[in-house]
């Protein structure tokens, strides 16, 4: 279901004094279902201020989201709750039940799931996480630190979230945990068709997962575009909003400037511009034959 905000803002109390300092100044945004967008800006610039609002942990100061056209407010139904799934910063630290199991359960438990519904949904959830079953009856502590963030996505999915926001979820990971993670998060998008939200700091990774994404600055947002868009032809506010340019982007610049001229590319992942420079340097090689 697509998301959608009008003027949506929020300041924190200890900013009062200067009306200028909102964490989020009027925002109005509009997220198309099945889309994964990342949200990127500098330390401050009001990210997780954002998401929060959009998952309803913070109460906006003005302005409203709606979700399929209804709009969120502070009681939020029941459906809404399981439809958009938050994930925390290390969220393997929400990991409090005894064993996996039990924990997967809690969510369920709460929304009045059956013991058979939560039994099989837990294998499903684990299969899309890339756990296996033997690790149900297991202690948090008895997990690796790739292992427990898993579980701990896979309890925020066992109520089939519509929407998925995650705020920094790669953050301590090893570099292949980290892509395993994104990967995974991939399929699950693939096969559920939900939406993913994402904050990073990673602009190679933005490049590589993101459809869409959202620039932040001192609360404002100063793009909302396509990572090859904001890289390739914005890369002025790319500069303004103190994230540097993915390798992809580097070397289509680079590329652009050995060959004077423009290079386009069907995006900024890896595959999309090997695909576009293949065309190019075969293009180069014609004209050298005739
Ligand atoms: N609990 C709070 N009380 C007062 N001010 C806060 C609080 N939390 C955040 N802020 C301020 O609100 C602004 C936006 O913060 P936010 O946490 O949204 O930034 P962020 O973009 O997520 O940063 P980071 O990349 O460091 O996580 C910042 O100026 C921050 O100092
Ligand atoms: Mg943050």
Redesign the pocket.
């Known amino acids: 279901m697509p998301l959608t905000t009008e003027n949506l803002s929020y300041q924190?109390k200890?900013?009062h004094e200067d009306p200028a300092a909102q964490?989020l100044a009027p925002l109005d945004l509009h997220i198309q279902d099945g889309k994964w967008l990342a949200v990127c800006?500098h330390?401050?610039?009001?990210?997780?201020?954002?998401v929060r609002l959009l998952k309803g942990l913070l109460t906006p100061n003005t302005g409203v989201i709606t979700w399929g056209g209804e709009t969120l407010g502070d009681n939020r139904g029941t459906a809404i709750r399981q439809d958009i799934g938050f994930v925390f910063q290390q969220p393997e630290h929400q990991l409090f039940e005894a064993t996996i199991a039990k924990d997967l359960a809690f969510g369920p438990k709460l929304f009045g799931f059956s013991k058979t519904w939560i039994e099989e949904r837990q294998s499903e959830v684990l299969t899309q996480v890339g756990l296996t079953p033997e690790i149900l009856s297991r202690a948090p502590f008895q997990l690796s630190g790739g292992e427990k963030r898993r579980a701990a996505i896979a309890g925020v999915l066992m109520l089939q979230p519509r929407m998925l926001i995650l705020d920094e979820p790669t953050a301590g990971l090893d570099p292949l945990g980290q892509i395993e993670l994104l990967d995974m998060l991939e399929s699950w998008r693939k096969e559920t068709g939900a939406t993913i939200i994402w904050?990073t700091?990673d602009m190679n990774q933005a490049a590589a997962y993101a459809e869409e994404m959202v620039v932040?600055k001192e609360?404002h947002m100063l793009a909302h575009t396509t990572p090859y868009q904001l890289f390739m032809n914005e890369a002025h506010i790319a500069a303004a909003s103190n994230l540097n340019l993915p390798r992809t982007a580097q070397l289509l610049h680079q590329l652009e400037k050995h060959f004077e001229q423009n290079i386009e590319a069907d995006g900024l992942s890896e595959t999309a511009v090997a695909a576009a420079i293949g065309k190019v340097v075969r293009e180069e090689a014609v004209w050298e034959v005739f």
């Open positions: 924190f200890s900013l964490a800006g330390t401050g610039s009001g990210k997780s201020t954002l904050i700091h932040l609360g």
